[in-house]
């Protein structure tokens, strides 16, 4: 899977569960917190379509490394070769 | 034998959100309620009317929906429901207040939704105090009530230190005291925080169609995510093997599961469990609440707010009545007063009077209708004070006791807001055995629906994370 399908899978999941949120215009290095009203609970809810769409397993200590979409892309990537 | 990956117990708020989260992520879930129909101590019931040959659906807790938004707010309690259950706005079909008051005698503050108005009435009618209430609200505003370690730190103590003027102290706390104190007199800071944002900064509004309105789009919901859900299902033990919980004995059957998530009390859930070796209290604040029909509605120029907290005496009691019920102070509710107040059809108004458990529960069937009439004399007597120049005509009453309570809800003592024993991260001596709900400390509508998301994220989803 290319780190543009990665990174649509997280953009898919985000539009989801925030679907008031603009996602087309991201800065893909910056925090995604800081851009979007995204809370602990939010990232709970990425983690957990992850593993429901995916069966992709993101165990606790790993959340920090979803927080921006580039860290996503490193941070997946692996996970879903 | 069943085997799942979660047992809630109790279809009220937050075991409805609870079972939502759960099956949402394709847990194997089941909500076992006692009642025959959902909501707790947010429910709702029936009378037939013998005047008009029809029958009367009336809500049982809700006066308002706390903690009001307006579309597309972010950030806020309300919207991480809404995000959590994934729920629209417009669905809860919210209809804001027009304002409420909290009368004292001599002094009247006003609020709303919009936390100016209050800022200005404390303005007008405490000016020496502004600074100090600026303060406060400063320090509400920056104070994280999330953070679940935080111990108990007296509400009264707190605000004594900023604010000199006691009247003003008082009239602060009267609402937030009544709508969410299992504490006499006094509240913890976190839960006066919650409260103090839910209320004066946020505000009240009501679902067009009352309570079911919420417990309908959570049962469908529920359906939509594939949970079970048992009405008529007493859970008579929570089973322990080994210090833990592992499933709960439900009308003589068995069930299993490694996460049980009790929301009938924390009192309440440690009697069913065997090898628990706590005691939390059982609250003592229960309630008494009338409800009166007229044949016409409340013109706005005799009572134009939506509610209206009053007390008649010096000092403020929030605690037991000393002699069945206590009629020096009143919640009323004015619920034709929310937006967009149409006048036509008949007016409603409920009050709420605290009252004294033990006394109620002394009292033969004959000595008990007595005094509820006594309870509707006297409520409908003030009721009446608050509406001058209104000539429409009673057309019906219904009040309900604390033995009312107990009796759907078996809430120990017809207690409303809980044990005063709070279990803020919801966790019991019990391993795998949780609290969430009202013992669980949010308090509330909208306080239980996140007390069971937060405990099944936190409790249900999250554990496998850990391993």
Known sequence: ?81 | MSQYDAIVIGAGMSGLAAGIRLAMFDKKVVILEKHSIPGGLNSYYQRRNFDKGGIRQFDVGLHALTNFIKKGEKGKPFSKLLKQLRLSYDDFKLCPQTHSKISFPGVELKFSNDFELLQNEVHEKFSSQVDAFNELVEKVRSFNELDLSIGYQSSRDVLKTLIADELLVEMLLCPLLIYGSAWEDDMDFAQFVIMFKSLYFEGFSRPEGGVRTIISLLMKKLDEVGAEVRFKAAVTEIITKDGKAIGVNVNGEELYAPVVLSSIGYPETVRLTKEINIDPQVGKMTFLESIFIFDKKIPLQSQDSTIVFYNNAPEYAYRPATNYFDSTSAVVCFPDNYEPQNREGEGTVRITFMANYHQWRELDRAAYDAKKDEVGDCALKLVKSMMPGFDGNLLFKDIFSPMTIERYTWHLNGTVYGSTDKTRDGRTPVPGLFIIGTDQGFLGIVGSILSGISMANLHGLMREGDS
């Open chain 1, 1 to 81: 899977m290319t780190a543009a399908n990665v990174r649509q899978i997280v953009l898919d999941i985000i539009s989801d569960i925030a679907p008031d949120e603009d996602v087309t215009s991201l800065d893909d290095s910056k925090s995604l917190r800081e851009q979007l009203d995204l809370d602990s609970m939010d990232f709970l809810d990425i983690v957990m379509e992850l593993r429901k769409r995916h069966k992709v397993e993101v165990p606790q200590e790993d959340y920090p490394k979803l927080a921006t979409l580039d860290s996503c892309v490193a941070y997946l990537s692996p996970k879903f070769a």
